[in-house]
């Protein structure tokens, strides 16, 4: 049951980054997910290194904000750097 809460939070943090940073990127719905994921991961590690507690998703309001954060790094990493290799 827990993997299909990651999913879900994973799919919401995804489509918040992409509704943050439109244009091209990577696209369906498991990729979303994957950033989404990804992106708490990126977001609870950087949380955790500047001393925020609730970095690691221990509140789902702030568990939410900081894998839209990490999920916006990783849309941004995409978009410079590997997008256009792949967009060819």
Do not use: N, Q
Request: no cysteine; hydrophobic share 60%.
């Amino acid at each position: 049951m827990e993997i299909i809460w990651w999913l879900i939070f994973g799919l919401i943090a995804g489509a918040l980054a992409k509704w943050i940073m439109p244009g091209r990127d990577p696209g369906g719905i498991f990729i979303t997910i994957l950033i989404g994921i990804g992106g708490a991961f990126v977001g609870g590690i950087i949380g955790r290194a500047l001393g925020f507690e609730s970095a690691g998703g221990s509140s789902l309001g702030w568990g939410l904000v900081w894998a839209v954060i990490g999920a916006l790094i990783i849309l941004y990493i995409w978009k410079k750097w590997l997008g256009p290799r792949f967009s060819k």
